[in-house]
Nanobody, 123 residues
């Protein structure tokens, strides 16, 4: 069992930065790949980024590539999402999730989810 708690969301102006954190409980954190998804009002949940269990492989949606960076610290049971050059269209609730499957892009393949943190980017 893995419990996930996100933090770091907030209100920021376009062009600004935020860093999201996702703290995990449980001793098996390092055996899970971790992902970030987001969901805007009236839209489906969409993939943002993922990182392999060891941190050597990272994956990004085209919409955030070059602006967002995912990382993890297995000693701290935490995964991060550094978001730079934020745009109003990045406004959403951001969720972290854990998976043992190799399909990082699909939210159905994730086993555990956090409660989400709101990110609002003003123009």
């Amino acid at each position: 069992q893995v419990q996930l708690v996100e933090s770091g969301g907030g209100l920021v102006q376009a062009g600004g930065s935020l860093r999201l954190s996702c703290a995990a409980s449980g001793r098996t954190f390092s055996s899970y790949a971790m992902g970030w998804f987001r969901q805007a009002p009236g839209k489906e949940r969409e993939f943002v980024s993922a990182i392999s269990w060891g941190g050597s492989n990272t994956y990004y949606a085209d919409s955030v590539k070059g602006r967002f960076t995912i990382s993890r610290d297995n000693a701290k049971n935490t995964v991060y999402l550094q978001m730079n050059s934020l745009k109003p269209e990045d406004t959403a609730v951001y969720y972290c999730a854990a998976t043992r499957s190799g399909s990082y892009y699909y939210h159905e393949r994730y086993d555990y989810w956090g409660q989400g943190t709101q990110v609002t980017v003003s123009s």
